[in-house]
């Protein structure tokens, strides 16, 4: 059997965003749609309006205000520096324009790869068995060289292999994982369950990867211990709900939900600044049971990901 290697140190934060060691790829590089998590139409490649000369948002601090609650829930997964500072040495594609267009594009790949990392890395923490653990190191380390790849060579990686590669691996450790306290809970992957009522679904150690759970209503669900990888949890009613021992749940998805004080989250993760500081069955601001809101995000279409499968 092959030897175990250790988990790299520090992974969490080196696949976290550093908008500071960025040149705003992620405000150039995606489109995205008028809708109610963005106020504009903007193609791929095209720098958004908001972007100012220095690279930094000219309405951060207000983005949900003006309607751009999907740039605050978006991540590259560290994607953003690795192409800037690694891939392309510290160029930026406004003092070298020829280089924008590959730019964009190394990062789209990019931010593939390190989101993977980042699943790799945390199925490795979980602790699965020590055979498991050799196969996901190995996948790591493979995805990780690819990081180190020219622009072309990113060009021409399959993501889409790479991605149907690792979904096993990840869902061979969320199943082990979930078995270990008891009987996992019910299979709702890739469900549609928009809008439900699931408060009393019974959800605990469930696995709800790739479950579109937008405007679901989870209040007081006990979610600990369920997998929700790639989940899509857009305007998801989570005040009072357990997240803890969620599996494969980022920050991200957590910062598109709508929580409150009683919500529990794993510790890795942060509770949201947008969420209200009161308990949904005692705050003032809790309101009633079913409180009226702004209408639910319509579901777009998503690219099909090998490891929501």
């Not at 059997?1 to 500071?20: F, K, V």
């Not at 990019?110 to 190995?138: F, G, I, K, W």
């Not at 989570?238 to 957590?254: I, K, N, W, Y």
């Not at 209200?276 to 319509?298: E, K, L, N, Y």
Request: proline share 7%; aromatic share 6%; hydrophobic share 40%.
């Amino acid at each position: 059997m092959s030897e175990q290697t250790p988990q790299p140190a520090g992974w969490r934060e080196r696949l976290h965003a550093d908008c500071s060691r960025c040149f705003a790829l992620c405000c150039a590089a995606p489109a995205f749609a008028r809708s109610s998590d963005f106020a504009i139409d903007k193609p791929a490649g095209q720098p958004c309006p908001n972007l100012q000369a220095d690279f930094r948002c000219g309405i951060h601090t207000r983005l949900r205000e003006r309607g751009f609650a999907g740039c605050t829930v978006f991540d590259c997964f560290g994607a953003g520096q690795q192409v800037a500072q690694v891939t392309f040495g510290g160029r930026d594609w406004r003092a070298e324009p020829a280089s924008a267009r590959d730019m964009f594009a190394s990062f789209t790949v990019m931010r593939h790869l390190h989101e993977l990392l980042y699943y790799l890395a945390e199925a490795r923490s979980l602790r699965p068995d020590a055979s498991l653990d050799v196969e996901l190191a190995r996948a790591q380390a493979q995805t990780e060289e690819l990081t180190r790849g020219t622009p072309a060579e990113l060009a021409a990686i399959d993501v889409g292999t790479l991605r149907g590669e690792a979904a096993g691996l990840l869902r061979r450790t969320s199943a082990l994982v979930r078995a270990r306290g008891g009987r996992p809970g019910p299979d709702r992957s890739g469900a549609d369950l928009t809008g439900a009522d699931l408060r009393e679904a019974g959800l605990r150690r469930a696995s709800l990867r790739g479950a579109y759970l937008i405007g679901a209503d989870l209040r007081g669900a006990d979610l600990s211990g369920a997998d929700l990888l790639g989940a899509d949890l857009r305007g998801a009613d989570v005040r009072g709900a357990d997240l803890t021992g969620c599996l494969f749940l980022l920050q991200s998805q957590l910062d598109a939900a709508r929580g409150d004080l009683g919500t529990r989250v794993p510790p890795v993760l942060t509770r949201p600044a947008h969420w209200p500081a009161t308990h949904a069955t005692t705050g003032a601001a809790a309101g009633p049971a079913r409180p009226a809101g702004p209408p639910r995000p319509a579901r777009r279409p998503r690219p099909p990901r090998a490891t929501r499968r």
